[in-house]
């Protein structure tokens, strides 16, 4: 029986498509390790990249500290800074995530999903001196006019400062789903295998050294991680997520690609999953748990390439607050028109802390943008919210 020819390119693609990309990004790996040395290693004053994550659907602040239900986020608010009583002041995820990347506290409607009128946090990013478009990104669990959050539409900034954008099915499954539908995508690699194909091509290329250009880095162990990524960006599974938060998982994973390839300056990431809670408690609880599963391997990610490992800070928040307990129903309402019910939770964890922080006042989603261009050295400087600066270093 002969076999289809979906079926008979999706082993070989697997190959051609990791040595091609593997030739084409090599460049995006880093020139040399980190040389390890004695004794402890000072971590930076300041971080040289800022993970952004945007808790978007209306998340409890005690749920991002619940270690049982949210153990990655949890360890961070242990081991970082935590602001537990940051005011929402938003109507929907739309109003809070312009509220959060801009920097201002302007009245929105969300339901209209209106480009900002005001910069974002990626323009602001995007005035520092070479930080490149692919430098700065931005990756939302869908699509459409949620991309509208990435730049906004000032005369001064707008489109000519906007960052790269991707979402959902990620940065190279869209350009490649054409290509793809016919081919077939290719299988995942185990990871036992990787240590073999290593070997692999370190015997291939000292065997090859008489005619390989020095200049050519392909095979080296160095660009490894830049294939993984690309590889599990396009597998099979890339487009069949069938858990609890499929548009969430889809964007992690464009994160991770977007990590592994590029080392953004700033990597925003927005989901928004956990809107389930409307219809189903137990959904709700899902969805934050695989969420944090998602944070620890973007966390692990981060932490294990040389040129971001201990240089990055992760920045956590909730949009909006939800209802103290789910009603008859099991469902999580959105959080009453209180006070109480509007503060949210925030989670700064990484280089650039004070040791002995000092936070007064009242706090605001629109402090978060001018806080992170505190981090990264920029001016916002048509924020108004207010930076954090008690509990970060002196610049």
Known sequence: MRSSPLIRWSLPLAGVLGLCLLLVFSAAAPSSLARGGKGKVKPPAFPSHVVLVILGGGVRPADMQDKTLMPTLAAMFD??????KVESGATDAYAAATRILTGRADAIDGAAKPRPAW??????VRTREGVGEKRCWFVSFDG???LHL???????????????VTYGQGPFAQPLESFLDILGRPLPIEPAAWKQLRRLRLISRHAASVWLPREVDAGLPRAEGVERALLRELDR??????????RDEEAVRAALTVLAVHRPVLTVLLLGE?????ASYDSYRAVLAANDRGLKRIQAAVA??????GKTTFVVVADRSRAEKPDANGRLAEAPASKQGRVVGVVIHGPGLARRPRLQGPRSLADLCPTIGHLLGVETPHATGTAWVGLLNSR
Do not use: F
């Not at 081991?79 to 537990?84: A, D, H, K, L, Y």
């Open 79 to 84: 081991e970082g800074r935590s602001v537990t």
């Open 119 to 124: 910069p974002t946090l990626c323009e602001y």
């Open 144 to 146: 459409g006019d949620r």
């Open 150 to 164: 990435a730049h906004s539409s000032h005369a001064q900034y707008g489109a000519v400062l906007a960052p790269s």
């Open 237 to 246: 599974k890339a487009l069949l997520n069938r858990g609890p938060n499929p």
């Open 274 to 278: 956990a809107e389930q809670a409307q």
């Open 304 to 309: 294990a390439d040389p040129a971001m490992g």
